[in-house]
């Protein structure tokens, strides 16, 4: 499994569109195995979920973002979790793997 989390400043960042890069962590038999930033295409409707897709992405960490773009992204079989608070990308996994990661509100300011 392969999650992507939005990053700004080394933590999550609200804008999932307008982020400057994804942390991609590779799972494995539910432990992290490793760690890659990877800078995303240049914002552009309905561009975002394709590229996470052909990465292998199957899980999205959020703050928030659009209707459209969850629907997409579940659309390329990507499992979202929005409302995700601003932590690091390996504490957000792990927690997720642990089923306590708080979500709470889609905080999408669009």
Do not use: Y
């Not at 400057?20 to 979920?49: C, M, R, S, T, W």
């Not at 999205?60 to 629907?71: D, F, K």
């Amino acid at each position: 499994m392969k999650v992507a989390v939005p990053l700004a400043e080394g933590k999550l960042t609200l804008h999932f569109g307008h982020c400057q890069e994804f942390a991609f962590i590779d799972v494995e038999n539910n432990e992290i195995k490793g760690k890659e930033i990877v800078v995303p295409p240049p914002h552009e409707p309905g561009v975002l979920p394709k590229w996470l897709h052909d990465n292998g992405v199957s899980v999205v960490i959020a703050g928030g973002m659009g209707a459209r773009a969850i629907g997409l992204l579940q659309q390329n079989g990507i499992d979202v979790h929005t409302g995700a608070p601003a932590l690091e990308p390996e504490v957000l996994v792990e927690q997720m793997l642990k089923n306590t990661l708080e979500t709470g509100q889609n905080l999408c300011d669009h």
